[in-house]
């Protein structure tokens, strides 16, 4: 009878902290917050474009490793968009978005809440409702 293939693990959680990635590879160490799981867990494998806030289903296998302990070796994973008013407000601090840092993402968020990521992406001009965003950091973050 042949070995059989072991049982890959699902995850889903929410990226919180980018320890190392590699563009190359994108071979990325991580902690991020898993639903079920009140510490953060250590992640490792291949995550394209990481960015703290972003949620990640992923698949593959718990290990050991002699230094820094329990992680979870990614086989595959998959970004969603995040969709908790914390995880959105994450994303935009990140530095993704030109023109938007912590206080700026707070403020939008908090205007926004739950569609803040349908405003940007298809009614951006609303945007100028938040107090703080000009003409010239409305410029900014249009070309982003």
Known sequence: MPPSKPTLTVLQGQIERITYTNDETSYTVAKVKVYGHRDLVTVIGAIVNPTPGEVIRMKGEWGHHPKYGEQFK???????TPATVYGIEKYLDSGLVKGIGPVMAKRIVKR???ETLNVIEADIGKLVEV???GKKRFGM???A
């Not at 990614?74 to 969603?80: M, Q």
């Open 112 to 114: 926004f809440q739950e």
């Open 131 to 133: 107090d703080g965003i």
């Open 74 to 80: 990614i086989v595959f994973c998959e970004t969603k």
């Open 141 to 143: 973050i249009q070309m």
